[in-house]
């Protein structure tokens, strides 16, 4: 049944409130835990309590939260389902309600309150954790084909190697059950979809990695917003969901073509566009700025990744304060906050457009340069010189090499990255590596020159 995001954040809220859960308002992208970069969870903010470390005023809460995962910034536009801002849906229980009833009401919001068709639905279980299995099986009437087996990887949650932690189990949608039961593979995003994470907390590990019951079990849950959004509007992806379309509409506007007549690239760069957008406008809106480290520089970084799709695609002019204004229109009911930081979101995309235009002029001018003297190739310290100094991605000047029948030596260009790296660690050798936990936090503690190295090798070296 066609629901729009906005009911479908509204009807969880509301659902889980009738159950005796507080609804809370959406914790900043920033967290107050200064260890951690961005909020890239519902649970983030609700970490202190479940670590023991702050009283709960609430043993239930349901909220909306505003997320930030870089970590899948290679996947944008590339999968159905993954953004790098994201909405997550959750319910959590502080020490109160537990397994059997996570489940129950997991399976009652999916199939009564969204209505998915119970044959429509998977569920994954840690593959020790016989309890989830039985109750899913006998006291839910899943059919035990339906009920897979996963490893730690997949289906245990930790924060860190000690401290609590504990089984999830999630559901999946089918989207082609005429492929039969027989040979599920839940893998398979052709035919599946998560959408709901349930996570029980039920462990402590100690140092030598014993696992004892806690004394207090908790439920940490999270739906993608989007990914219900694609499953009940019948979309072939979380982009083309009322959540994110209409910028992708005015983006393929300003470029006067039209996305469903476009080839995969160009969907590819409308998406990118999409989704950064909704990220940068939401990160500038609780206050970030752009700036070479940290938190700015991954502002910077999703700014010049929408300049750069938007020049793929054929615009040459600015533009991304349009796109945002899209964006804004469709979040501000919800995030006041984006509303009323209008200015300060519009002025620095401007100056972060501007900036990064006339880098990339200057760099096309010594690429041209560059070609002229090339013999067939153009050689890796040059192609490395234009990225480090111009910021021109080596695809970049890979692509252009291309139109003009030139190639670039790719090996020498890692050479020189290879040195550069080895350089600024020379000077840093007090950087702490051994930071844990997400890739995030790494970014934070690394000069930001290696961050730069570390970003082109993973990522941006991808963009077509
Ligand atoms: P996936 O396996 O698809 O990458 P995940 O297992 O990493 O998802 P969780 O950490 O379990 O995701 O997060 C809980 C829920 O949040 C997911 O079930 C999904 O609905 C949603 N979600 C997670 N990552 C993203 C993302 N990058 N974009 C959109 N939604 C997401
Ligand atoms: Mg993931
Ligand atoms: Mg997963
Ligand atoms: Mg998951």
Redesign the pocket.
């Known amino acids: 049944q066609y629901s729009t995001g906005s009911e479908i954040r509204q009807k969880f809220l509301n659902f889980y409130a009738e159950k005796g859960h507080k609804i809370l308002p959406s914790a900043s992208l920033v967290p107050e835990d200064p260890t951690v970069l961005l909020t890239i969870?519902g649970m983030l903010p609700f970490k202190p309590i479940f670590l023991g470390q702050r009283q709960p005023e609430f043993p239930r809460a349901t909220t909306s939260q505003k997320?930030i995962?870089t970590n899948?910034i290679e996947?944008v536009g590339r999968t159905a389902?993954?953004?790098?801002f994201?909405e997550?849906l959750g319910n959590f229980s502080f020490g109160d309600y537990f397994k059997q009833q996570a489940i129950a009401w997991g399976w009652e919001i999916s199939t009564k309150v969204f209505e998915l068709p119970p044959e429509r639905l998977v569920v994954s279980v840690f593959e020790e954790d016989d309890e989830a299995f039985a109750i899913w099986r006998d006291e839910i009437g899943v059919s035990p084909q339906r009920i897979k087996r996963m490893g730690e990887a997949?289906n245990f949650w930790k924060s860190g190697p000690t401290g609590p932690c504990g089984p999830?189990s999630?559901i999946y949608y089918d989207f082609h059950p005429e492929r039969g039961e027989e040979n599920i593979d839940l893998e398979d995003d052709t035919r599946f979809?998560?959408?709901?994470?349930l996570v029980f907390m039920q462990y402590n590990r100690d140092a030598d990695g014993n696992l004892t019951p806690l004394q207090n079990k908790n439920i940490d849950t999270?739906?993608?917003l989007?990914?219900m959004a694609q499953i009940l509007q019948q979309v072939p992806n979380?982009y083309e969901t009322d959540l994110i379309f209409p910028i992708i509409k005015t983006a393929a506007e300003i470029a006067q073509i039209d996305y469903h007549k476009s080839d995969d690239k160009t969907k590819v760069s409308l998406k990118v566009i999409g989704d950064h957008i909704r990220a940068v406008v939401h990160l500038i809106a609780d206050g970030v700025t752009a700036s070479n480290i940290g938190r700015g520089y991954i502002v910077r970084r999703l700014i010049r990744r929408v300049v750069r799709h938007g020049r793929l695609i054929g615009i040459s002019g600015e533009f991304t304060t349009l796109v945002a204004e899209t964006a804004m229109q469709l979040s501000e009911a919800v995030y006041p906050n984006v509303r009323q930081r209008e200015s300060a979101i519009k002025g620095e995309l401007q100056r972060e457009e501007t900036r990064f235009l006339e880098t990339l002029e200057r760099g096309e001018k010594l690429l041209a340069e560059i070609m002229e003297k090339a013999k067939g190739q153009i050689s890796g310290q040059d192609a490395f010189v234009l990225y480090d100094t111009y910021g021109f991605p080596l695809e970049l000047t890979q692509e252009i090499a291309e139109e003009n029948g030139l190639t670039v030596d790719i090996k020498g260009f890692e050479t020189a990255m290879e040195e550069q790296r080895r350089r600024s660690q020379d000077a840093h050798e007090t950087i702490d590596l051994t930071v844990q936990g997400s890739l995030d936090q790494l970014a934070e503690h690394i000069h930001p020159t290696e961050f730069l190295g570390y970003t082109l090798l993973t990522s941006d070296a991808k963009v077509e």
């Open positions: 969870a997320c995962r899948d996947n389902r993954h953004h790098t994201f997550m997949d999830c999630e979809i998560e959408f709901y994470n999270g739906m993608g989007e990914r979380n």
